[in-house]
C-alpha cells in the first residue's frame, strides 16, 4: 500500500531536548516536505527536498533542520525545542514536478507538544 | 502560485451533492487547480486536479470556467465521511524557479448534516 509514515504520531518533550520525528514513503517520490499546522495559521511549509542531498527552505524553518540521505525517508530534526514549537506536523510526498502524477501524500501526523 | 478565496464553511444535506466553489481570478495560463481536503487532524488527501477541462474521478468531479477564473468541486452524493475542510490550491506543474508546491490557504469547512 502506498504511503507516508510518520513516527512518532504523538509526542510530549521538553524545552531544549533535541527530537527527531521520522517521515518515510514507499512510494519512489523525489520531492518530500515538512508542514506544520497550527490554528488560525493553516499548514504552513517548514523544508522541502527536491530529491537525495538536495534541500531547501519553506515559508518558517527557523528552529528547525532536515536531512535527505536517502529517497524515502525525510527526518525533521528540532535541535533544541521551544514551547512555540507545539504543533501538528505532517510530512508529504509526490514525483516531481514535470512528472504525470504530482499529488502529494501526506502522512497522518505528529503532534508535538513541547512544555 | 496565485491566491485563491474560498468560501468560510457550507453546510450540505446527506445524500445531496455538495458544490464548493473557489474562485482564482489570478491565474496563470500554466498553474493548474488541485483540490485537497482535510478530515479533522488527519493528513491532507488529494481528491483532482485539472488545468481547464472538467475533470471527474471516482471521488469528485471539478468544473473549471471557461475563463479558468473561477471552480466548483462538486462531491455529488455527499456522506457524513466527507465532512472536512477542503482546499482550493492553483500552482504550476512545471517551474524552474520556486518548487514549494502546495500552499494551503484557509479552505472551506464541509458539514454534511444527517
Known amino acids: 500500500e502506498a504511503q507516508v509514515t510518520q513516527n512518532p504520531r504523538y509526542l510530549i518533550t521538553v524545552t531544549g531536548k533535541k527530537l527527531t520525528v521520522t517521515c518515510s514513503q514507499n512510494?519512489?517520490?523525489?520531492?518530500m516536505s515538512w508542514y506544520r499546522q497550527d490554528p488560525g495559521l493553516g499548514l504552513r511549509q517548514i523544508y522541502y527536498s527536491m530529491n537525495v542531498e538536495v534541500t531547501d527552505k519553506g515559508d518558517v524553518p527557523e528552529g528547525y533542520k532536515v536531512s535527505r540521505k536517502e529517497k524515502r525517508n525525510f527526518p525533521l530534526i528540532l535541535e533544541s525545542p521551544s514551547p512555540n514549537q507545539t504543533s501538528l506536523y505532517f510530512c508529504?510526498?509526490?514525483?516531481?514536478?514535470?512528472?504525470?502524477?504530482?499529488?502529494?501524500?501526506f502522512g497522518q501526523g505528529t503532534r508535538l507538544t513541547v512544555v | 502560485d496565485a491566491k485563491t478565496t474560498q468560501p468560510t464553511s457550507m453546510d450540505c444535506a446527506e445524500g445531496r451533492a455538495a458544490n464548493l466553489p473557489c474562485n482564482h481570478s489570478t491565474i496563470s495560463g500554466n498553474e493548474y487547480v488541485y483540490w485537497y481536503r482535510q478530515i479533522h487532524s488527519q493528513g491532507p488527501q488529494y481528491i483532482i486536479h485539472?488545468?481547464?477541462n472538467n475533470e471527474t474521478n471516482e471521488m469528485a468531479s471539478l468544473i473549471i470556467t471557461e475563463d479558468r477564473k473561477s471552480s466548483t468541486l462538486i462531491l455529488p452524493h455527499a456522506t457524513l465521511r466527507d465532512t472536512a475542510v477542503y482546499y482550493c490550491?492553483?500552482?504550476?506543474?512545471?517551474?524552474?524557479?520556486?518548487?514549494?508546491?502546495?500552499?494551503f490557504g484557509s479552505g472551506t469547512q464541509l458539514t454534511v448534516l444527517p
Open positions: 508529504a510526498s509526490s514525483f516531481s514536478q514535470g512528472a504525470a502524477n504530482t499529488e502529494a501524500f
Open positions: 490550491i492553483v500552482r504550476v506543474l512545471i517551474s524552474s524557479g520556486s518548487a514549494r508546491q502546495l500552499t
Open positions: 512510494m519512489n517520490h523525489e520531492y
Open positions: 485539472g488545468l481547464k
